[in-house]
């Protein structure tokens, strides 16, 4: 157990680097299962997520060697179809090994896969898009067994763009005869990150980043190169730390269109959103005013900005409105943030902030990854001292927290409990 400790309100100023994309690696590391050769992928972030995946994959019979943010993967040695209980449960991501190992050998055996607890998240639209393609699930228990003689091309529709079914059922059909076509896919800039890659080792993707994705199956796909696009929950992260600083904090190395219904809301907000081709920083005006949130999918409000802009909305005067429609347990913040100093009320998926907020610091615990982030944000404004507990959460998803931060002045520590 780790726990972040900060000392609030000093005077920041300065630019943050954004890292790799955290949702976007988690899905290119498990995609070099399928290619025959090495495979290397450039800007991965160091953070403990791709430490599990990279354990599934030496696990697998993989070569993994890191570089400072270079992974090269080499799979051809890969003797194993099986993912223990333990190494499932680690992280969501592990789900992508089912589609890889699926796509690639015809066989997998996995677990229920692990991951924040937000919500019940359960993985039936990708269990269903794979049986559309021909494989067999025999489900015992929270374990899975998914075969399939000869995978065949199908046209699937997603009841809901899930990213994660969307990305699978891909891995899936990449490798299966004739073609496939995702009906209401997922439209987030990851997917096309991994189609990339899919289509760099020799697949046919058309369509990512649209609705509709069509894969014409290959016989075998080679080994290449990618690079990981900049991390738009991160970058979104610390543009409402630019925010709550309020002139001095410029954010680096994003694609700002990847967050602009977060730049929108700030605008809304009544802030002066300065933007250049891969920095955005953002500052006070003599204008605040409360605004409504809704989570949706891409390209909407994300779900996972929700509570990292929450405590911006704290601070700014009257009542904003912030509702989660993606998961149905994701307000775990709440009561810590009340605790620091906060007027937040939650009725069912909608939460009632009313500011302005002084923030106080106190002892807080990370629920989860971008609760933790939410609860770093409200501690670099707070007066005193924050202690956040459980903060392993926080370093499964923000590469070099600590440091990106003391670089711009603050105050803060990580120490092991
Ligand atoms: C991914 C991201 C996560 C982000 C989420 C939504 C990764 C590793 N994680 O998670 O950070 O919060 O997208 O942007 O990339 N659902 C089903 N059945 C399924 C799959 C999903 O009902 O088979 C539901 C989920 O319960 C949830 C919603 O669909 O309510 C979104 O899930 P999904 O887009 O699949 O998110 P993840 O891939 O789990």
């Known amino acids: 157990m780790k726990k972040i400790i900060i000392e609030g309100k000093k005077d920041l100023k300065g630019k943050i680097k954004v890292s790799g994309a955290k949702n976007s690696a988690l899905a290119l590391v498990p995609a070099a299962i399928l290619a025959k050769d090495e495979v290397v992928i450039e800007n991965v972030p160091n953070i403990s997520d791709i430490d599990s995946l990279s354990e599934i994959l030496v696990n697998l019979g993989a070569k993994v060697e890191r570089g400072n943010s270079t992974l090269k993967v080499d799979t051809s040695s890969v003797n194993k179809l099986i993912i223990s209980e333990d190494i499932s449960k680690k992280l969501r991501a592990s789900y992508y090994f089912m589609g890889a190992l699926l796509g690639k050998y015809n066989k997998v055996e996995m677990y229920f896969p692990g991951g924040c607890s937000i919500g019940s998240r359960p993985i039936d639209l990708h269990l269903k898009g794979f049986e559309a393609l021909g494989a067999k699930v025999k489900e015992d228990g929270n374990k899975y067994i998914i075969t399939a003689k000869k995978l065949k091309g199908a046209n699937i529709y997603l009841d809901f763009p899930s990213v994660g079914a969307t990305i699978n059922i891909m891995f899936a059909a990449v490798m299966a005869e004739g073609e496939t076509v995702i009906e209401n896919a997922a439209k987030e800039p990851e997917i096309s990150n991994v189609a990339t890659f899919l ?121 904003s409105e912030l509702e989660e429609t993606i998961y149905e347990n994701r307000f775990q913040h709440v009561p810590y943030l009340n605790d620091m100093g906060g007027k937040i009320k939650v009725k069912g998926q909608v939460i ?66």
């Open 352 to 417: 009632k902030i009313t500011g302005p907020t002084s923030f106080k610091g106190t002892t807080v615990r990370a629920t989860d990854l971008r609760a933790g982030a939410c609860l770093v944000l409200a501690a670099l404004f707070a007066k005193g001292t924050t202690v956040i507990e459980d903060a392993q959460h926080i370093l499964r998803g923000y590469e070099n927290i600590v440091e990106k931060l003391e670089n711009i002045g603050a105050s803060i520590k990580i120490e092991e409990d």
């Open 199 to 319: 289509n760099n080792m020799g697949a046919e993707i058309r369509g990512a980043g649209t609705s509709e994705i069509i894969i014409r199956g290959a016989k075998d796909l080679k080994g290449c190169s990618t690079e990981v696009i900049p991390d738009r929950i991160e970058a979104g992260t610390y543009v409402v730390l630019s925010a709550m600083a309020g002139k001095n904090v410029e954010v680096e190395n994003l694609i700002p269109s990847h967050i602009d219904s977060l730049l929108i809301k700030l605008y809304e907000l009544g802030f002066d959103v300065k933007t250049k081709s891969n920095s955005v920083i953002v500052k006070k005006t003599s204008v605040e005013r409360p605004v409504i949130v809704r989570t949706q999918v891409y390209p909407g409000f994300p779900t996972d900005l929700q509570q990292p802009i929450t405590p911006l909305l704290m601070s700014i005067k009257g009542t």
